[in-house]
């Protein structure tokens, strides 16, 4: 019988996908102790302004000049779920939206017809190293959903669901159904709302000397898994090493074993929308004339504007997670 396997990759920060989804940008970083201003407490001068991705001792400013990450800019088409390991992320957008949030939690943005944000890193400790670790994954939105109204929501870490379907064994639910356990609701344009796209979207962490064997899904489905933390793991019997992803078939039984060390994966699956996709910047379309409508549309109308006196908006000192919709409702986990 030939091997569920269907193809391996090595991993960089940004990792190769399938189906609806459009990219997976994985950041790693080890910043050090934060300044007075949720910056690093290090120079900067030898850093490349505005585009900082050198990676020197360890940490990049990426677009940002006093705190790490991405200020202001657009997206259309597509939804951003962001998942963070470590580290926070201060959310501001152009309809007048703000979030602070942490580790475990996840924000899911549809951008649809069109929405300006900005995702700062702000370091909270003054005293110690603030390490950062998201991966942020960008879903493609069908055709008919492109142009739904942009929204943001967020699943706190206390909302996400974990099983632990074997000894030694834990997944975190953030997208899909597993042994009964189910996420909060995608948003409602996405294409992950309807069962029978069979989107999931899982973390699993596997303590050495343990295994599971994945369920199956339907013909069609893509599957695709991405080995980012500890050696010595094996996917059907077969090695597989850090920062190594596999493509599987989702209708055959495939067995994760940890065989050396706690090892950690992302496993992404979905079916194919089905539909062409012109990609160019910020904007995901179906065709280049959507595309040239898209940066027509933000020349003149900006998404909505930019409320916020800077570009790259924070939101204080201290560990509050919070969000703050365009309606003025506010959320706040249990435990924040």
Request: charged share 15%; hydrophobic share 35%.
């Amino acid at each position: 019988m030939t091997s569920p396997i269907l193809e391996t990759f090595s991993l960089s920060s940004t990792w190769p996908t399938s189906g609806p989804f459009l990219m997976c940008a994985h950041h790693v970083d080890n910043y050090p102790a934060a300044d007075d201003r949720l910056g690093p407490a290090a120079p900067l001068d030898d850093r490349p302004t505005g585009g900082d991705f050198s990676g020197t001792d360890g940490w990049n400013m990426y677009h940002g000049s006093t705190v790490p990450g991405f200020p202001q800019h657009p997206h259309r088409g597509f939804e951003t779920i962001t998942y963070i390991r470590s580290g926070w992320v201060d959310h501001a957008d152009s309809f007048g939206g703000t979030a602070r949030f942490g580790p475990g939690d996840v924000q899911w943005l549809t951008a649809g017809s069109g929405i300006v944000h900005s995702e700062m890193f702000p370091l909270l400790d003054t005293n110690g190293p603030n390490p950062l670790h998201l991966l942020q994954i960008w879903l493609n939105l069908p055709a008919a959903n492109k142009m739904v109204a942009p929204n943001f929501s967020m699943l706190w870490s206390d909302d996400i669901p974990t099983v632990t379907p074997a000894n030694g064994v834990t997944v975190t639910v953030i997208a899909g159904e597993l042994d009964g356990a189910n996420p909060p609701s995608p948003p409602p344009a996405s294409w992950a709302k309807s069962p029978d796209h069979q989107v999931a979207i899982w973390h699993l962490t596997l303590d050495r000397g343990s295994s599971w064997r994945l369920p199956t899904a339907a013909t069609g489905v893509e599957r695709t898994l991405y080995f980012y933390a500890g050696n010595g793991g094996s996917l059907d019997g077969e090695a597989i090493d850090e920062n190594s992803g596999a493509r599987v078939d989702p209708t055959r039984p495939v067995t994760i074993a940890a065989d050396d060390s706690t090892i950690e994966l992302m496993m992404l699956q979905a079916r194919p929308i089905g539909e062409p996709v012109a990609h160019y910047g910020p904007f995901v379309m179906n065709d280049q004339a959507e595309i040239e409508q898209a940066f027509d549309d933000f020349k003149s109308t900006g998404f909505g504007g930019w409320p916020w006196p800077q570009g790259d908006p924070s939101h204080g000192p201290g560990a509050r997670r919070f969000a703050q919709f365009p309606d003025g409702a506010t959320e706040t986990p249990v435990d924040a």
